[in-house]
């Protein structure tokens, strides 16, 4: 079978059943309780297209869009070809109490406009109009109270257990905010998740950014009560970053990036600039990147945790920025030099027509910056007014 289990939730009924008095898409979950999905060839459990899951369903996004939690509440999936379960744009939909393991690297996967690893769980797009100051981490969208293992002996057992892929296998992919959508909060949490046997190459726990087109992202998700446990002792490798400005996972009690979780060399070089890991500690992509100060970052690059990536102490809070439909022409397409006043320090952000004919990036609050378009000369702006 492709899935175990598929919720489409469309406007209202196709077929013989249609009304448009009954509108699945906004419509509260009642119960999803300890089900299994297995040997499926793409997802364990896919919700797909959209699902925003609302007190009043036929108000849509209208009526002050009163958001209802949907949870899928002791999912087992394990031996899928791409992930356990992946819900694609959704608003308030969280996964409890789940068990999943040896997905992600089976035979074939679908033809997306983005990038698509395998792993066990994916949540792509979250839709959310909340302050993230005003919001829980339990009353965001997300997993929460979950094992996740990489691979494991029994794995290995029958034809669902041959892995011809050797794709990369995420444990979690994290979302991205909705293109051209006013909602950009994304809030998205992972709470008491357990990862077990991430130990690199091509097994990483964390990702950003799912489904996305290269040089999207800038979402931050929020992590609390994250273990690791590695049967062999070793520190978990945790993200492989494929571009600048991918994503932030913001670690609120000091269980993302800790001495269990990190090389001690790299610690150090935190402590020597006097400030330590703990809550708040935010862990980023640093490809295409000089520009996170040494004296409040550490870069983490060809270590067994990351192979670009950095993390940054708790006192900094970082924030995406979007620049886009700019003028004049001349620039258009043209990649940004994105530089702190402060210290010279610079990153490369890149252009893309998926980020609104413009550009994204993340960087901490109360500094100055200089934007400036890459360019080989430059351009006289008398000649443009």
């Known amino acids: 079978m492709a899935y175990g289990y598929w919720y489409r939730m469309l406007d209202n009924p196709e077929g013989p059943s249609y009304t448009d008095k009954v509108c699945p898409k906004f419509t509260q979950m009642l119960e999803f309780t ?58 308030l939909v969280q996964f409890a109490n789940t068990v999943m393991g040896d997905n992600g690297a089976g035979p074939v996967q679908h033809i997306v406009n983005g990038k698509d690893n395998g ?16 919001v829980k981490l339990e009353q965001m969208a997300g997993l929460h109270n979950a094992t996740i293992y990489a691979r494991t002996t029994s794995g290995n057992r029958g034809n669902a257990g041959a892995w011809p892929s050797n794709r990369r296998v995420t444990g979690i992919i994290s979302q991205s905010p909705v293109q051209a959508d006013p909602n950009h909060s994304a809030l998205m949490s992972l709470i008491n998740v357990t990862f077990v046997d991430f130990t690199g190459g091509q097994f990483y726990a964390l990702e950003s950014c799912g489904k996305c087109k290269t040089f999207q992202g800038g979402a931050t998700t929020f992590t609390s009560g994250l273990q690791f446990v590695q049967s062999d002792g070793s520190r978990p490798a945790l993200s492989f970053w494929s571009w600048g400005h991918q994503g932030v996972f913001l670690d609120t009690d000091g269980t993302l990036i800790n001495p269990n979780t990190t090389n001690p060399t790299l610690l150090a070089q935190a402590a020597a600039a006097n400030w330590t890991v703990g809550n708040g500690t935010t862990w980023h992509s640093a490809v295409d990147s000089e520009l996170f100060d040494p004296r409040e970052c550490v870069y983490v690059r060809g270590d067994r945790g990351s192979n670009n990536g950095a993390f940054c102490a708790p006192s900094l809070t970082f924030r995406r920025v979007m620049l886009n439909q700019h003028d004049p022409e001349a620039l258009t397409s043209k990649d940004l030099k994105l530089v702190s006043l402060a210290t010279n320090r610079t990153s490369r952000v890149n252009f893309t027509h998926y980020n609104e004919d413009g550009y994204q990036f993340t960087v901490a609050t109360g500094r100055d910056y200089w934007v400036h378009w890459d360019m080989p000369f430059r351009l006289d702006p008398k000649d443009y007014t």
Request: with cysteine.
């Open 34 to 91: 300890n089900n299994r999905a297995h040997s499926n060839l793409f997802y364990g459990l896919r919700v797909h297209p959209e699902y925003y899951p609302v007190e009043t369903a036929c108000n849509g996004f209208g009526g002050g869009f009163v958001q209802s939690p949907a949870v899928f509440n002791g999912l087992v999936s394990y031996k899928n070809g791409m992930k356990a379960a992946i819900c694609t744009q959704c608003g």
């Open 119 to 134: 792993a066990s769980f994916e949540l792509s797009w979250v839709v959310d109009n909340r302050n993230r100051y005003d």
